[in-house]
């Protein structure tokens, strides 16, 4: 009776399932062969004899990622810069987003909100080719500006300790505005008598934010921190690669850049698949930690 | 929020007015500087370095870089994936979002798992690869558009929005006579144009500013679309990158100053002028999405 039942259910959305099929197969074809292509990375992966005809090396790949001193430096340059991500760049869109709710000038608030959210759009190339011509040394403003004031031009583009600097910047750059979007409706939701009653007991507008907007949005706090996290090892191919050069590889090679150059320059498949494979296995597992730790303190976490 | 009016509260108003205001114009005027320098001349640009508004526009950067077909050509595939990739993608996207709105779909909660499965975990450069090859699209224009067809993100988003009309709608088409395909196009998509509308152009942004399929998968210059392009002009032709897959065709000596700021003008106005767009949607597109997803 009851299978019959499912059978009528699953029968009577024949059209459904048609309209679902072809994003289906897009998710296995492109996301879950790619998870099973995994295993290549416990081959010696020959692309003329395919998965299936390669020879299995067990964990030899493995062995080599965790003794190979390149391997350590890229953990140490991801983390960096993950680290980097989370003290220089997190707190920027909630302070902006707190700053543009204190405006009580709509025109003004919407002209801010307008121009911040334009870089978003902009692809990695052309935020790094700005800052490049902006930069560089025969020529750019910078530079020129610095040579104008009597001080040494600096090579940003071609130095070790410039690139931290400038990745970071560009992120900032980048993203801060649009990520305030979140934050000011969470803040909007925020009951105005709350403002009210803080006022009524002659709390002036720094503590009103301390004591009522950030408590108010904490919850949203934690679930971008938490995505945050998830996002360690995701810290963007194309924008890094664009900046790399082989006088910042030491600082500024990542896990993604390694797999590119090593996997589809060098052919080392199967090495690299592993080295991505640890990067995949650790982002999860930092995000589901996260999740639960929320969890324990009583937030709602992301799932 | 009350008017305060005392002088702390003046004074907090006026630094925050001041702040945003220094914000906005640090975020534009690297925008306004590259705009600027493209229309002055060589000259100027060597002689100021830093030009918001120039003594005399000059189109000679424009000139040059259209008077070779290289970029006309790129901008050509840039506009031919972004037009095909936002319609293959929004079929795909529109289908499937609107299939896992039906509540009463057996399996939908396992789609779902599996759909933000892929969002918290996946096989990674090497092994899509792999895949994109086996399927033979490797340097044909299908790489650059269907490997990311669907953004997981945008799936829900939309299907988020769906889900959000009311139920009864869909029952009384059914009792009108109404099919499911009806239901979607006649009833469910007009009624959602704005999401519709956000969705499309998130797609187009991003097709537009396609960059790692084209550098995985294209291997023949003429198939770049204007991103990749752009890398070579102004980023290869600084002479430090991390690969020296040589320059391309007509740019042999490093372009001038003016010439790179009107590639990267070029490259970045489409997105400009869709922009207002764009905007009038996306608080509400991107909030559903952030918050929901």
Redesign the interface.
């Known amino acids: 009776m009851k299978k019959h039942d499912l059978r009528r259910r699953i029968l009577k959305n024949k059209a459904i399932y048609l309209m679902i099929l072809p994003g289906l197969l897009y998710f296995v074809l492109f996301k879950y062969f790619p998870m099973w292509g995994l295993v290549i990375s416990f081959q010696e992966y020959r692309p003329y004899d395919g998965i299936l005809g390669s020879d299995w090396v067990g964990f030899k790949h493995y062995q080599r990622l965790f003794t190979e001193p390149m391997f350590w430096t890229i953990f140490r340059n991801t983390i960096v810069l993950f680290l980097m991500n989370l003290i220089f760049f997190f707190p920027v869109p909630i302070i902006l987003a707190i700053l543009l709710n204190e405006v009580r000038l709509q025109a003004f608030k919407r002209f801010v909100q307008t121009i911040v959210y334009i870089p978003h759009f902009m692809s990695w190339v052309i935020i790094v080719s700005i800052s490049f011509v902006m930069v560089t040394m025969d020529g750019g403003m910078i530079n020129e500006g610095l040579d104008a004031m009597g001080m040494q031009k600096i090579n940003f583009l071609l130095s070790d300790e410039w690139f931290r600097p400038m990745y970071i910047l560009q992120v900032i750059w980048r993203e801060a505005g649009w990520g305030t979007i979140v934050y000011l409706a969470a803040i909007a939701a925020i009951d105005p008598q709350l403002y009210e009653a803080s006022r009524m007991d002659g709390a002036n507008r720094f503590r009103q934010i301390w004591h009522i907007t950030l408590p108010s949005i904490r919850s949203v706090i934690v679930i971008l921190l938490i995505l945050k996290i998830g996002d360690v090892l995701e810290l963007g191919f194309e924008h890094v690669y664009l900046l790399l050069n082989a006088m910042n590889r030491n600082v500024a090679e990542i896990f993604d850049t390694y797999v590119y150059t090593a996997g589809l320059k060098q052919g080392q498949f199967s090495y690299s698949t592993a080295v991505g494979f640890f990067k995949s296995f650790v982002g999860l597992v930092l995000v589901m930690s996260a999740n639960w730790l929320a969890k324990k303190f009583g937030e709602e976490g992301v799932y | ?4 009016k ?1 002088i ?2 003046r004074l ?2 006026g630094a ?2 001041v ?3 220094l ?2 114009l ?3 005027l ?2 306004l ?2 705009i600027a ?1 493209s229309l002055t001349t060589v000259d100027e ?2 002689q100021k ?2 030009v918001l508004f120039p003594t005399k526009i000059s189109w000679d950067a424009y000139a040059y870089i259209f008077s070779t077909n290289t970029i006309f050509r790129s901008m050509l595939v840039s506009i031919g994936v972004t037009g095909f990739g936002t319609l293959f993608s929004m ?3 529109s ?2 979002a ?3 709105s ?1 509540r ?3 399996g939908r909660k396992q ?1 779902m798992f ?3 499965f ?1 969002m ?16 033979g699209m490797i340097d044909s224009y299908a790489a650059l558009i ?5 953004n997981a993100f945008n ?1 829900i988003i939309l299907r988020s929005f769906f889900q959000s009309l009311p139920d009864g709608l869909e029952e009384s088409a059914k009792i009108d006579g109404c ?3 009806g239901i ?1 196009f006649r009833i469910v998509i007009p009624l959602s144009m704005p999401a519709i509308a956000t969705i499309s152009l998130f797609y187009a ?1 991003t097709y ?5 399929p084209a550098i ?1 998968y294209i291997d023949s210059a003429d198939k770049w679309p204007i ?2 392009l ?2 070579q002009i ?2 290869l032709a ?1 002479g ?4 020296s897959s040589g320059f391309s065709g007509d740019f042999v000596t490093p372009p001038d ?1 003016t010439i ?2 009107a590639v ?1 003008v070029v ?2 106005v489409p ?2 002028l869709v ?1 207002p767009f ?2 009038k949607y ?2 509400k597109g ?2 559903l999405g ?2 929901k997803g």
């Open positions: 929020m009350v008017h305060d005392t702390g509260g907090f108003d925050v007015y702040i945003l205001f914000v906005a640090v975020t534009i690297p925008f500087h590259i320098g640009l060597a370095r830093f079929i795909l996207t289908l499937m609107y299939g896992l039906r009463d779909l057996v789609i599996m759909i933000v892929t918290l975990f996946s096989g990674g450069m090497i092994p899509t690869f792999i895949v994109v090859k086996s399927l269907v490997p990311t067809a669907i799936l099919n499911d395909w979607l942004v537009w500013n396609t960059y790692l995985l991103q990749v752009l890398r102004v980023i600084s430090l990158t991390a690969d100053q790179k700021m990267i490259a970045t997105v400009l922009y764009l905007q996306f608080d991107a909030l952030s918050v």
